[in-house]
């Protein structure tokens, strides 16, 4: 196959011996494309198969295969491309997806259509880390809800963001719910003077993302909280595309994927590369040091991913959260530096002097970085 | 709460004492409803949170969390369903989801609208297994693969499915393929003079799988398939509420979840519960003494949470796939029992004699467990 005609993606194998790994990666190379005998191939079609370019020790039982894939496979079809990288790899042990080359994501899949500076251009911040909270908890009706959001509004919060949670319960259905806190930030705003974006969860049936996106953009929304993978990766790509207003992907029941060391999708490359990739303007994933497990390391390697140049895509902005509070968060802005956006909830609502107060004070800390 | 505002759900936690497994399942329920430290709960949405029903040790560093959420939290949202299982707990070390109470599924889910006895029904055959192959592979022309369709349809296979990598290439459209496979089909049945159904690939991006799903039967095919890790679960769901032809479900990216001994969700619920409640009609999934990982006893649990009772759904029919072949299916039918379907592929294409003679083989075989 000609590098024109083929795209490659990179894995992490275990085995203890390189015949091993070899095997491994040959058995790889047919799951993910003919997933059949080679001898019952009929030879017009054996471009169909997929090659191993290179097999490479990392460390003592693990290797990183480099495997070309004939474009034809996929053919612009991005939930087919996810099949071809990770469909029935996704069911063995021993196999990591670590990356794909740069230059066929740029070729079938959007991007950003904000950004890192799309975002900053919307609140007018273009040299400090921006603040984000989480409006919740479920339950609460929309009158509570945008009550909550003024008082984050008039703190002068750069973003407020819908806890995933809230979807279209009775207690606070989707259309009340963004309608009221739309206003709500308006009227906190002309208080703090500044700019706060209002950013609804419109995660629903895949079937029904689109139409709630619109409804958001109609009813004055700046963005749109969406988990990628419980209404899907391609529906991501497509708000993308529609391009109105930020997106900003939640995690959500995603973590199976990128928390096994030998097995699923390297976290880096799942939502700093692919989540970018079909669309995602920022990233929320689990920080470092709080409820979930990723290491320090591993939280700078998904900034990094967010942020390097993947060819012409725009750069999309690293949303740590959980474990970041309104006294660490000075700590996590020398460790992650400006263009990062710091999602504290909990410990804004825990501050005794009240939301606005405490929006304040998290606000400071981000002007002092500047 | 009582029982009819509330649904519960069953975890495995990972502790090594009851005092860490308690400490568990208290951040499980907050993670999973409001999120947000207790004490910054308002008074009037306390019912938001969810509660621990059990804590029970099921084997050294194993124990059973029985945990009861409120129905509000998902008021009939399906996705929101998913989120509220295991949004952010998909994202922790130590918990595994295990089961959800049977009602609630009833409650809120379609089941399979023809399962067992409707697939049966539209081959009119009760007393024996069915036989299962896939068109492959991706690369041949319509042509190609109407003509493999026609020599398995000749030995009198009951279902020919697209192979899950099969979607809309250009080496075999949607429309062309599924056009050609149907009337490649019906002409072999009229040499083997009994019913072969049809199943196309229907994966693809969530806001198109309806549309696909809608052509195909208008094609005049006899089922589809669908990768719901893939195209989302809740498409899964609105496909079976149209209920115009049978669902096959395959686990195409969905490994990661089920494959953990401790984390994820069991592979029983997930494929033999979750995905019948969805309206799968019939499950793939990765059979043991292949490719893949699963235990003998790991599969008969999952044929057994399709079979068993879950209130008023259909019994989906479990339908292992990799690691039989034409000489194991013996073997394998007297594991399985009578309501399986097997899945064999590559064996048959290798047979020395042709296509139509393997799966005369085959479907002697399955004729003799009669």
Excluded at 108 to 124: A, Q, W, Y
Excluded at 151 to 176: C, E, T, V, W
Excluded at 177 to 203: H, Q
Excluded at 326 to 334: A, E, L
Aim: negative net charge.
């Amino acid at each position: 196959m000609s590098t024109a005609d083929s795209f490659s993606a990179t894995y992490q194998l275990v085995a203890s011996s390189r015949d091993e790994a070899e095997r491994t990666a040959a058995n790889l190379c047919i799951e993910q494309s003919v997933e059949m005998p080679l001898d019952a191939v009929p030879d017009h079609v054996r471009n169909s198969i997929a090659t191993l370019n290179s097999l490479n020790q990392i460390e003592e039982c693990i290797w990183a295969a480099n495997v070309s894939y004939s474009k034809l496979l996929v053919d612009d079809d991005r939930t087919q491309f996810l099949n071809v990288l990770f469909g029935n790899s996704s069911i063995q042990q021993n196999v990591k997806l670590i990356d794909v080359e740069n230059s066929y994501l740029n070729e079938i899949l959007p991007g950003p259509s904000f950004g890192i500076s799309g975002i900053r251009k919307g609140l007018n911040v273009n040299d400090r880390p921006l603040s984000c909270t989480a409006l919740k908890p479920v339950g609460l009706s929309p009158s509570d809800l945008a009550e909550r959001a003024y008082q984050f509004s008039r703190g002068g919060i750069d973003i407020i963001k819908d806890d995933h949670g809230l979807a279209n319960q009775g207690s606070a259905s989707f259309y009340s719910r963004v309608a009221s806190c739309v206003r709500a930030v308006k009227k906190g705003e002309d208080i703090s003077g500044k700019r706060t974006l209002y950013f609804p969860n419109i995660t629903c049936s895949p079937s029904k993302v689109i139409e709630r996106y619109k409804t958001a953009h109609d009813l004055g929304a700046d963005g749109v909280v969406i988990s990628p993978q419980l209404s899907g990766l391609e529906i991501l790509s497509e708000l993308a595309e529609i391009g109105e207003i930020p997106l900003m992907a939640h995690p959500a029941f995603s973590g199976s994927f990128v928390i096994h060391s030998n097995q699923g999708i390297s976290a880096a490359f799942y939502y700093g590369k692919l989540w970018r990739s079909f669309g995602a303007d920022a990233v929320i994933y689990p920080n470092a040091g709080g409820r979930f497990s990723f290491t320090i390391d591993e939280c700078k390697d998904i900034n990094n991913s967010c942020r390097s140049e993947i060819g012409v895509f725009n750069r999309s902005f690293p949303t740590p959260g959980g474990g970041i509070n309104r006294d660490s968060v000075n700590q996590w802005m020398n460790q992650y530096g400006n263009d990062t956006i710091f999602l504290i909830g909990g410990s804004l609502y825990q501050h005794p002097g009240g939301i606005e107060a405490a929006t304040k004070e998290f606000q400071q800390k981000l002007k002092n970085y500047e």
